[in-house]
Structures are given as structure tokens and as C-alpha cells.
């Protein structure tokens, strides 16, 4: 392997790691155009050594070319759990992670000369991610979640008619908190799943208007 393959192959890497790094930064996830990029260049590195240790090596010694390449794929999990978040019983970022799988797999096709592959996929991955969530936004409607904290009577129902006003207007609440407060009040904290063609301002509304409710607020 000359080392202009070597150079060529790490700006390839580069190259289709920031095109998805980009589709990510410009939507704001926690991995952006750089992160994308390192990833798919460091793989891409991998592979090399890992080639290159085999053809020196493979007449004396039992080498595996693809060991130092294996560790990337079950490596790059570490990354991407620090990706993914926990929102009451929502996890987003899931995205995130496994796009950071895919192009450490982008980059390991570059590594071993695959660039064909590594190209289609690239530009595949770039359909799915721009392409899609307007499928899904089509089919299944855009919706959006936002936290919600009611402060309330502490009396029998008072959850139940919560449940019966977010009902009426197709809210789904994802999860939900008790607190006792002093006297008679009770904090109901939300987490509410809210159609597209409904704004948090009409929730609060509805919800402004039972009996016995001391406040209303948003947390995000």
C-alpha cells in the first residue's frame, strides 16, 4: 500500500464522514460534523494497520487482518451510549448512535479498498436521514414532547380529568410524577406527547380551565 493510497483513502474518509456529520450538525444532535468525521477517519485507520500488519507479518506468524478492525464495530458503542438520553420514558439519540455505527462501518469499507461500497452506503444513509423523517412526519404525523408541571387541589379524580382533557385533544402524556406539596396541593409533572397541529400554549389553555388548579407551567 503506497502512501498515496494511504492519503487517499483517510480524505475519502473525511469526505463521507462530514457529508453525514453535516446532515447531523445542521439538525443540532450531539454528534456533529466533527465528530462524524473523526470517527470515520479513525476506522478507516484501523483498517489500514490492520492490513498492513497482516502483509507484514502473514509469513511468519498466524496474523488476522481483521482483528484491530473488529474492536471498531463494538468500540464505536461506547460512543454512541454517551449519544442517547433518557427523557422520562422517551430515549432519543438512538439516531445519533447508530449513525455513528454505520459510518465507522463507511470508514472500515474505505480502509480495505472498498470504495464503491463505502460511497453507496453514504449517499444511502444521506437519503434515509433527509428523506425519511418527511415519510414519517406523512404517515404518522410530527409530533413533539414537552413537560408540563400542574399544581392542583389534592382531591379523588384530578388525574383522571387531566387524562380525559389531554384525551379530547389526541395528547398522548408519556410519563407522569406525583408530588405532595404542603396543605392541600399535589404537583403533577407531564410529559406529553403533542400532535403537530397543536401548540403547548393550547394545552395549557384546556388544562387552565379545570377546577381546582393553583398553576401551570412549562419545564422545556
Not at 53 to 71: C, E, F, M, S
Not at 75 to 99: C, D, K, N, P, Y
Request: net charge negative.
Amino acid at each position: 500500500m503506497t502512501i498515496y493510497e494511504v492519503v487517499f483513502k483517510l480524505a475519502l474518509a473525511g469526505i463521507l464522514g462530514g457529508l453525514i456529520g453535516l446532515e447531523r450538525e445542521s439538525l443540532s444532535r450531539p454528534a456533529g460534523l466533527r465528530t462524524y468525521t473523526l470517527v470515520c477517519v479513525g476506522s478507516t485507520l484501523a483498517m489500514i494497520v490492520s492490513i498492513d500488519i497482516y502483509l507484514q507479518y502473514y509469513h511468519t506468524v498466524n496474523a488476522d487482518p481483521g482483528r484491530i478492525a473488529a474492536q471498531v464495530v463494538s468500540g464505536i458503542g461506547f460512543l454512541g451510549a454517551g449519544t442517547i438520553m433518557r427523557e422520562g420514558s422517551t430515549v432519543q439519540g438512538l439516531t445519533t448512535a447508530a449513525g455513528l455505527w454505520v459510518v465507522a462501518c463507511i470508514g472500515l469499507a474505505v480502509g480495505a479498498g472498498l470504495y464503491l461500497p463505502a460511497v453507496a452506503t453514504t449517499l444511502l444513509i444521506l437519503f434515509v436521514l433527509i428523506y425519511f423523517i418527511r415519510f414519517e412526519q406523512r404517515f404518522t404525523g410530527r409530533r413533539e414532547y414537552k413537560g408540563l408541571v400542574l399544581v392542583v387541589e389534592d382531591r379523588p379524580g384530578q388525574v383522571g380529568v387531566i387524562g380525559s382533557v389531554l384525551g379530547e385533544m389526541n395528547v398522548l402524556i408519556k410519563n407522569i410524577q406525583l408530588n405532595r406539596l404542603e396543605g392541600d396541593d399535589l404537583e403533577i409533572e407531564l410529559l406529553l406527547q403533542i400532535p403537530s397541529n397543536t401548540s403547548v400554549e393550547q394545552v395549557m389553555e384546556q388544562l387552565g380551565e379545570m377546577q381546582d388548579i393553583r398553576s401551570i407551567y412549562r419545564l422545556n
